[in-house]
T-cell receptor, first 118, second 116 residues
Framework: ETGVTQTPRHLVMGMTNKKSLKCEQH?????MYWYKQSAKKPLELMFV???????ENNSVPSRFSPECPNSSHLFLHLHTLQPEDSALYLC?????????????????FGPGTRLTVL | AQKVTQAQTEISVVEKEDVTLDCVYE???????LFWYKQPPSGELVFLIR??????QNEISGRYSWNFQKSTSSFNFTITASQVVDSAVYFC?????????????FGTGTSLTVIP
């Protein structure tokens, strides 16, 4: 595997379900990100992890819970979602050379998980 | 205020035409980076180019070229002799070291349709 992979590619879930999205990067990077992309809206940065520590949480609802067990893996745990949470969820990684926890270097993206909440 | 503005929401061109996608950015930093990404229908954002604020030389890569002009805070992207495979949403992005730390901003994207 190369680059950034995400599983599953498509997910349909009910509002009472619990599911997890997985992201894995094979680029040796030290920072990983979750973005939400809704139709007709700009990309929304949800979470940033640098050196496995969460450094950014842009007021994301608690029904989204990230986990970064190591620098290569990132999860997004989902529970009691709402229909408006339906979107494309993109994972990205970069080498955070500024050690600030925020991206300055090129981010490489995975293919995304298309989530539909019924 | 938008940090990255892509005023063109949708563009349609006929195959083999040239097309320019506009990007205007706003920053007070002297050190910053600009990016272009391509998002085909499959969904994955594909990195195209990164430029730093000290390098204003235009860049050409095959049919792609980029015009960076600090005087107008613009980083425009031109596709020459467009092809159907160029149909995608293109995002411009800015990375800067703001007062509260480094920040990364995406524009809202320009959807390009190349008609055969």
């Amino acid at each position: 595997e190369t680059g950034v992979t995400q599983t599953p590619r498509h997910l349909v879930m009910g509002m009472t379900n619990k599911k997890s999205l997985k992201c894995e990067q094979h680029l040796g990077h030290n920072a990983m990100y979750w973005y939400k992309q809704s139709a007709k809206k700009p990309l929304e940065l949800m979470f940033v992890y640098s050196l496995e520590e969460r450094v950014e949480n842009n007021s994301v609802p608690s029904r989204f819970s990230p986990e970064c067990p190591n620098s290569s893996h990132l999860f997004l745990h989902l529970h009691t979602l709402q229909p408006e949470d339906s979107a494309l969820y993109l994972c990205a990684s970069s080498q955070d050379t500024a050690k600030s926890g925020r991206p300055t270097d090129t981010q490489y993206f995975g293919p995304g998980t298309r989530l539909t909440v019924l | 205020a938008q940090k990255v503005t892509q005023a063109q929401t949708e563009i349609s061109v006929v195959e083999k035409e040239d097309v320019t996608l506009d990007c205007v950015y706003e920053t007070r930093d002297t050190t910053y980076y600009l990016f272009w990404y391509k998002q085909p229908p499959s969904g994955e954002l594909v990195f195209l180019i990164r430029r730093n604020s000290f390098d204003e030389q235009n860049e050409i890569s095959g049919r792609y070229s980029w015009n960076f002009q600090k005087s107008t805070s613009s980083f425009n992207f031109t596709i020459t002799a467009s092809q159907v495979v160029d149909s995608a949403v293109y995002f411009c992005a800015l990375s800067e070291r703001g007062n509260t730390g480094n920040q990364f901003y995406f524009g809202t994207g320009t959807s390009l349709t190349v008609i055969p």
